[in-house]
């Protein structure tokens, strides 16, 4: 049986040998500030070497602009104080300054008197400088930010500025080509043939539709410009208005329109209106075709969400196209089958389709 020496002394060996290969600068000291131990980690940091450290006064790592921050850890220690992850610098053999995190505590003799210090000093200079880089590149990145932001502005206006130049330029033409147009069919209609009177009709047909272009084209770009105001809103209301104002248009609704009871919803009611429009007006165009056109509104709760859908029984669309079904500008059908020109969507709001082209 090992005596209780013996096993003090091997308690002793093993701190001795945890403390010389930490990493950390462990370092005790003399209330004057005289280095009595200097483990592997403190030659590493520093650079001086446990013969060159122990017995040298504290002040020989301590830059000359910190020897009162080192005069003010004296103090704080012998009132028993400690001190712990304090950042600063500390000074190198070979001149430079290190970046350190101090944890420093009294030592205590067997009365309880401070008789000095005990401190750990982590070299943190390599997180200081992922830091410093990180700082810099979030700095740099803010600047990009504020210069797209910039550019996007302006390019927005550009293209606000053309918008209403496009539609104030064309609408003028066509309003002549259209109504120099109608004069001729009811005038001078008994002096064309059949194929003039067409040609005439296709002309005033296209200038209509051109006319469509440019009120879709604003359209697009006001939404854009629309400032996002949320609040509650009464779906079933909201979509019995969208269904309203497109019979007042003139678009004949199906006969076959299944309503389900609507949650409310949280959103932009005027964007939110937009996308019924869009999407109930595309159900109605491409399901027209059909003998017995259905569309159905509902919705279903997915968690904690509701997902408003439309279904019809429509022309429908081949799926290897589906990434381009509600790009702005693209379509899935050609003219001479249906006719329309912008087609929106909203993120906010899942449709769930069937065969549908809506």
């Known amino acids: 049986m090992k005596s209780e020496v013996g096993k003090f002394e091997e308690q002793l060996a093993l701190l001795a040998s945890i403390i010389d290969s930490s990493d950390d600068a462990i370092i005790s000291k003399t209330l004057d500030g005289v280095i009595t131990s200097w483990n592997r980690g403190a030659q590493n940091i520093f650079g001086y070497s446990m013969e060159e450290a122990i017995g040298k006064n504290n002040s020989l790592i301590v830059p000359p602009g910190m020897i009162k921050e080192e005069a003010e850890i004296i103090e704080k220690i012998k009132k028993g104080e400690p001190v712990n992850h304090q950042e600063t610098q500390r000074l190198k053999k070979n001149g430079d300054l290190v970046d350190i995190s101090l944890t420093i505590s009294p030592i205590r003799n067997s009365k309880g008197i401070i008789i000095g210090a005990s401190k750990i000093a982590r070299d943190i200079s390599g997180s200081k400088k992922a830091k410093a880089e990180i700082s810099k590149l979030n700095l740099e990145l803010e600047e990009r930010v504020a210069l797209r932001t910039n550019q996007l502005q302006t390019i927005n206006r550009e293209m606000e500025a053309f918008t209403y130049s496009v539609s104030r330029d064309l609408r003028a033409p ?88 609507l949650h409310s919803a949280h959103g932009d009611v005027n964007l939110l209106k937009q996308v019924w429009t869009n999407l109930l007006t595309n159900a109605i165009k491409y399901s027209s075709k059909k003998k017995h056109p259905t569309i159905e509104i509902g919705m279903k709760n997915d968690g904690d969400k509701n997902i408003y859908f439309i279904k019809d029984n429509g022309a429908g669309f081949d799926m290897h196209y589906y990434s381009k079904l509600f790009g702005v500008f693209q379509r899935l059908h050609k003219e001479s089958e249906f006719e329309g020109s912008i087609y929106f969507t909203c993120k906010d709001l899942r449709t769930t389709k069937d065969s549908s082209g809506s």
Do not use: C
């Not at 059949?194 to 040609?199: P, R, S, Y």
């Open 174 to 261: 066509l309003r002549i080509i259209n109504g120099f147009s109608q004069i001729l069919i009811e005038d001078y209609s008994s002096q064309l043939d059949e194929a003039g009177q067409k040609t005439l009709l296709k002309i005033m047909k296209n200038a209509k539709r051109m006319g469509r272009l440019i009120d879709d084209l604003l359209a697009f770009s006001q939404l854009g410009r629309s400032e996002i105001r949320t609040s509650e809103v009464d779906m079933n209301q909201l979509v019995s208005e969208v269904l309203e104002e497109i019979a007042i248009s003139g678009i004949s609704i199906p006969v076959q329109l299944r309503l389900s009871d």
